[in-house]
């Protein structure tokens, strides 16, 4: 028996029942950003293995349960799960990357409050960034989002994890859990757009964004988008993939759906993780209890091996960038 998997279990069932207290209490924080509690401080490093299925099993469910109805902008539920990132951000030894050196980047949708949460592991040669991130929200009303996307939230938060074990990297990863995905890319549009002071845009070498990994079971493949001709990326997954035979790979092609635009339009170069849904998309029926956890938990680490082999690459990815840009053949 190993005891770290009960540990991680116990972890995240009392983290569920703390931010379901939270949403009945209404979550309140000042301008809408979701503040952290002032005890989360011990490290969570080390409760497990980053892609351990229960632990992703468990975060997607609190993420996609019933009492956040969703996680849409400007929610309860919403600021629960920005609250719950933060928390898990935190105990991880996450460097707050947000405003005012906290974790979050506020910004408004037509008035209503919204935020980004941001944190980032330094890396040991100032300069180069490679991001990694996943959209917080989803539609609300009923509309839970279990893999839109709160298969990718679990995805980040356990690439997180992965890095912190792994040491310091050569380049800085920057985790970003994006809001207002759904109303039109708007919290990565706002990002590349004003980037933080932590987070200079044109440093930035690499976007790894994980949307929807918990579907592979539809049609028995995860694609890897943005991955084409020239770029480092592609050479690293291919490599990379041969160690994960339990995932059919598609590696290339173009998407102007998910988190990467406004980034690829800047010139920097993505990997989307998606897999296809086409029965459950933006429906009542996208729940927890239909999650592919076996091949999530798998996409999450091949996603979080891409992250350290870019991270740790010894090839000069600004140079990569400068001469490539996004989506060179």
Same mark, same amino acid.
């Given at each position: 028996?190993?005891?770290?998997?009960?540990?991680?279990?116990?972890?995240?069932?009392?983290?569920?029942?703390?931010?379901?207290?939270?949403?009945?209490?209404?979550?309140?924080?000042?301008?809408?950003?979701?503040?952290?509690?002032?005890?989360?401080?011990?490290?969570?490093?080390?409760?497990?293995?980053?892609?351990?299925?229960?632990?992703?099993?468990?975060?997607?469910?609190?993420?996609?349960?019933?009492?956040?109805?969703?996680? !849409?902008?400007?929610?309860?539920?919403?600021?629960?799960?920005?609250?719950?990132?933060?928390?898990?951000?935190?105990?991880?030894?996450?460097?707050?990357?947000?405003?005012?050196?906290?974790?979050?980047? !506020?910004?408004?949708?037509?008035?209503?409050?919204?935020?980004?949460?941001?944190?980032?592991?330094?890396?040991?040669?100032?300069?180069?960034?490679?991001?990694?991130?996943?959209?917080?929200?989803?539609?609300?009303?009923?509309?839970?989002?279990?893999?839109?996307? !709160?298969?990718?939230?679990?995805?980040?938060?356990?690439?997180?994890?992965?890095?912190?074990?792994?040491?310091?990297?050569?380049?800085?990863?920057?985790?970003?859990?994006?809001?207002?995905?759904?109303?039109?890319?708007?919290?990565?549009?706002?990002?590349?757009?004003?980037?933080?002071?932590?987070?200079?845009?044109?440093?930035?070498?690499?976007?790894?964004?994980?949307?929807?990994?918990?579907?592979?079971?539809?049609?028995?493949?995860?694609?890897?988008?943005? !991955?084409?001709?020239?770029?480092?990326?592609?050479?690293?997954?291919?490599?990379?993939?041969?160690?994960?035979?339990?995932?059919?790979?598609?590696?290339?092609?173009?998407?102007?759906?998910?988190?990467?635009?406004?980034?690829?339009?800047?010139?920097?170069?993505?990997?989307?993780?998606?897999?296809?849904?086409?029965?459950?998309?933006?429906?009542?029926?996208?729940?927890?209890?239909?999650?592919?956890?076996?091949?999530?938990?798998?996409?999450?680490?091949?996603?979080?091996?891409?992250?350290?082999?870019?991270?740790?690459?010894?090839?000069?990815?600004?140079?990569?960038?400068?001469?490539?840009?996004?989506?060179?053949?």
């Amino acid at each position: 028996m190993k005891p770290a998997r009960p540990l991680v279990r116990l972890v995240v069932m009392a983290t569920r029942a703390r931010w379901l207290l939270l949403v009945a209490a209404g979550c309140g924080s000042a301008a809408g950003a979701p503040a952290a509690p002032a005890d989360a401080t011990a490290s969570c490093v080390d409760d497990g293995k980053p892609y351990d299925r229960a632990a992703m099993r468990d975060r997607i469910a609190l993420l996609a349960s019933r009492e956040l109805d969703g996680r !849409a902008p400007g929610s309860a539920g919403s600021r629960a799960a920005h609250a719950f990132v933060i928390d898990r951000f935190r105990c991880l030894g996450l460097v707050p990357g947000g405003d005012a050196g906290g974790f979050t980047q !506020a910004f408004a949708i037509d008035g209503t409050p919204a935020a980004n949460v941001i944190g980032y592991v330094a890396g040991s040669e100032p300069g180069d960034i490679v991001v990694v991130g996943a959209h917080l929200d989803h539609l609300g009303g009923g509309k839970l989002g279990a893999n839109d996307n !709160a298969s990718g939230v679990a995805g980040v938060l356990a690439i997180a994890q992965a890095v912190r074990q792994h040491g310091q990297p050569r380049r800085t990863i920057a985790f970003v859990l994006f809001d207002g995905e759904e109303g039109g890319l708007l919290g990565s549009s706002y990002l590349v757009e004003h980037p933080p002071a932590a987070l200079p845009i044109d440093h930035v070498v690499e976007m790894v964004n994980l949307d929807m990994i918990g579907s592979y079971d539809a049609r028995r493949a995860v694609y890897a988008f943005g !991955a084409s001709g020239k770029l480092p990326a592609r050479t690293m997954l291919a490599r990379l993939a041969r160690d994960h035979r339990t995932l059919n790979v598609g590696i290339g092609g173009h998407s102007e759906r998910g988190d990467q635009y406004d980034f690829c339009e800047h010139g920097i170069p993505y990997v989307f993780f998606w897999t296809p849904d086409p029965r459950c998309y933006h429906e009542a029926c996208d729940t927890a209890s239909r999650i592919d956890l076996p091949h999530a938990a798998e996409i999450a680490q091949l996603a979080g091996d891409l992250v350290l082999a870019l991270a740790d690459s010894s090839e000069d990815l600004a140079a990569s960038r400068r001469r490539l840009g996004c989506d060179a053949r």
